[in-house]
């Protein structure tokens, strides 16, 4: 079966630092993607990066980088010099299989305090 | 584009009420999807659909029913409120439901049932 886990519950970093927000993953499926979406406060959902399982390298999108490694089935989200606006909830999510509607699963977030 | 919007943003429901949450999309997308987020957990599917007339269950459908006789609408019924239906509830809507094409979300439902 399909499982994501985030250890962290919440997470603190001082700001313009780096952070690794934690998530691994199960599946049976040889091919999949993993996902990662912030929620503020307002709380909307928010994608910020893809991770297809047989891509080459790791996903960047700006401040937003995911250390993807296959073999621990993990898939981390760095983000780096944090600023305020990063302060919000943090979930990563995994499409298992690679295709179908009913296939998006979710972890259970980190929340994540940028210290001024 | 507005994107995906949701109607109500809250809502208090007494047990054994009826309610419709509204969900529209102005993107176009053929999928769509209703998940509810419990407090300290991630987020559940309830209903999904792939186009217009067509829907199907996703992992906690008991309690709710939808309807999708729209590309832009995708309306969520809950018949006989329960408590356990106190949750945030978010409508989504993807171009396609493969590989990093990502959901995209409206800005969720808040609803109490007591």
């Known amino acids: 079966a399909q499982k994501i886990t985030q250890t962290q519950p919440g997470m603190f970093v001082q700001e313009k630092e780096a952070v690794t927000l934690d998530c691994t993953y199960d599946t049976s499926d040889p091919s999949y993607g993993l996902f990662w979406y912030k929620q503020p406060s307002s709380g909307e959902m928010i994608f910020l990066i893809y991770q297809g399982s047989y891509d080459q390298q790791n996903a960047t999108e700006g401040r937003y980088s995911l250390n993807f490694q296959k073999a621990r089935k993990s898939a981390n989200l760095v983000i780096s010099a944090s600023q305020l606006g990063d302060s919000a909830m943090y979930f990563c999510a995994m499409r298992s299989p690679p295709t179908g509607a009913n296939n998006l699963f979710f972890g259970t977030g980190t929340r994540l305090t940028v210290i001024p | 584009n507005a994107g995906v919007t949701q109607t109500p943003k809250f809502r208090i429901l007494k047990i054994g009420q009826s309610m419709t949450l509204q969900c529209t999309q102005d993107m176009n997308h053929n999928y769509m999807y209703w998940y509810r987020q419990d407090p300290g957990m991630g987020l559940k599917l309830i209903y999904y659909s792939v186009g217009a007339g067509i829907t199907d269950k996703g992992e906690v459908p008991n309690g709710y029913n939808v309807s999708r006789s729209t590309t832009e609408d995708f309306p969520l019924r809950l018949e006989l409120a329960a408590p356990s239906q106190t949750s945030v509830y978010f409508c989504?809507?993807?171009?396609?439901?493969?590989?990093?094409?990502?959901?995209?979300f409206g800005p969720g439902t808040r609803l109490t049932v007591t």
């Open positions: 989504a809507s993807s171009y396609r439901d493969e590989g990093g094409h990502e959901q995209y």
